[in-house]
T-cell receptor, first 112, second 111 residues
Framework: GDSVTQMEGPVTLSEEAFLTINCTYT??????LFWYVQYPGEGLQLLLKATKADDKGSNKGFEATYRKETTSFHLEKGSVQVSDSAVYFCALSDDNTDKLIFGTGTRLQVFP | NAGVTQTPKFRILKIGQSMTLQCTQDMNHNYMYWYRQDPGMGLKLIYYSVGAGITDKGEVPNGYNVSRSTTEDFPLRLELAAPSQTSVYFCASVSGNQPQHFGDGTRLSIL
């Protein structure tokens, strides 16, 4: 079945460092891909999405490009802030039912 | 516009007790979902519904039941609470090609 694999955390960075969180997927169809963010004590919020190959999703300085050839959707940010500390989930959606399949999440900790 | 509302936010149950986690959305979304999030893990789909009167099992449905009598409401029922059901539960909804909207979660502990 479809699945999502993302790098284990925690990822610990200093403020203004470059961030990459890897995400790869397996899917039989043509899923949409998402990054969700979960701040402490809160629910999940959509960070960005891409619906087809070579699409780039971006929001709040974060970017991810839908790479069909490598089945990847890596999350990047050029300069992280302390306020970016959260858990980040990569996910794909089933074509027919919009069911989301999540990765296990990657905790990001940014220190001043 | 409240979005997806879950109640309660926190609950402690004894083993064998039952309870219903409430979820309601005011966006007229057809699709609704229940997930559980265990510590250090991603979200696992429990049940989902594609419209009023229609429900289907997700990845981890055992020990749970759902109903969807209206478009707005999608309650999740635990009949005989077990320690393995200690988790954070999230409800979500979606319509069309939009991303899923999540509630703030219900933190459930079973002792």
């Amino acid at each position: 079945g479809d699945s999502v694999t993302q790098m284990e955390g925690p990822v610990t960075l200093s403020e203004e460092a470059f961030l990459t969180i890897n995400c790869t997927y397996t899917a039989t169809g043509y899923p949409s891909l998402f990054w969700y963010v979960q701040y402490p004590g809160e629910g999940l919020q959509l960070l960005l999405k891409a619906t087809k190959a070579d699409d780039k999703g971006s929001n709040k300085g974060f970017e991810a490009t839908y790479r069909k050839e490598t089945t990847s959707f890596h999350l990047e940010k050029g300069s992280v802030q302390v306020s970016d500390s959260a858990v980040y989930f990569c996910a794909l959606s089933d074509d027919n039912t919009d069911k989301l399949i999540f990765g296990t999440g990657t905790r990001l900790q940014v220190f001043p | 516009n409240a979005g997806v509302t879950q109640t309660p936010k926190f609950r402690i149950l004894k083993i064998g007790q039952s309870m219903t986690l409430q979820c309601t959305q005011d966006m007229n979304h057809n699709y609704m979902y229940w997930y559980r999030q265990d510590p250090g893990m991603g979200l696992k789909l429990i049940y989902y519904s594609v419209g009023a009167g229609i429900t289907d099992k997700g990845e981890v449905p055992n020990g749970y039941n759902v109903s969807r009598s209206t478009t707005e409401d999608f309650p999740l029922r635990l009949e005989l609470a077990a320690p393995s059901q200690t988790s954070v539960y999230f409800c979500a909804s979606v319509s069309g090609n939009q991303p899923q909207h999540f509630g703030d979660g219900t933190r459930l502990s079973i002792l």
